[in-house]
Nanobody, 130 residues
């Protein structure tokens, strides 16, 4: 059973950076689309950035475009979310999620809905405050 483990959250300064990691110990991610979601208090969980497997296409939410970058290293079974120019409104619990789509082919559109992902990490808190 695929398990996803997030790390790298914590307290960030406005304008600062954090890098989140999503690891899959003992499991390969090369057949999965991976997404980073976040949920702020009182708000719905939303897709922040997602990345396909075969062609590395990405989706990035407008609210973080130009500041956050998703990447994946399948050799390390890890997906990253580099978060720069942090803002207080980025404060949320960040979740890594995965859905199996196979090893070849073209998936369109990139899944963005919570119910389209079948595996979830436990979440990591990101707080942006001075």
């Amino acid at each position: 059973q695929l398990q996803l483990v997030e790390s790298g959250g914590g307290l960030g300064q406005p304008g600062g950076s954090l890098r989140l990691s999503c690891a899959a110990p003992g499991f390969t991610l090369d057949g999965y689309i991976i997404g980073w979601f976040r949920q702020a208090p009182g708000k719905e969980r939303e897709a922040v950035s997602c990345i396909t497997n075969s062609d590395r296409r990405t989706y990035t939410a407008d609210s973080v475009k130009g500041r956050f970058t998703i990447s994946r290293d399948d050799a390390k079974n890890t997906v990253y979310l580099q978060m720069n120019s942090l803002k207080p409104e980025d404060t949320a619990v960040y979740y890594c999620a995965a859905v199996f789509v196979g090893y070849t082919g073209y998936v369109y559109p990139i899944p963005l809905k919570v119910n389209e992902y079948t595996h979830w990490g436990q979440g990591t808190q990101v707080t942006v405050s001075s």
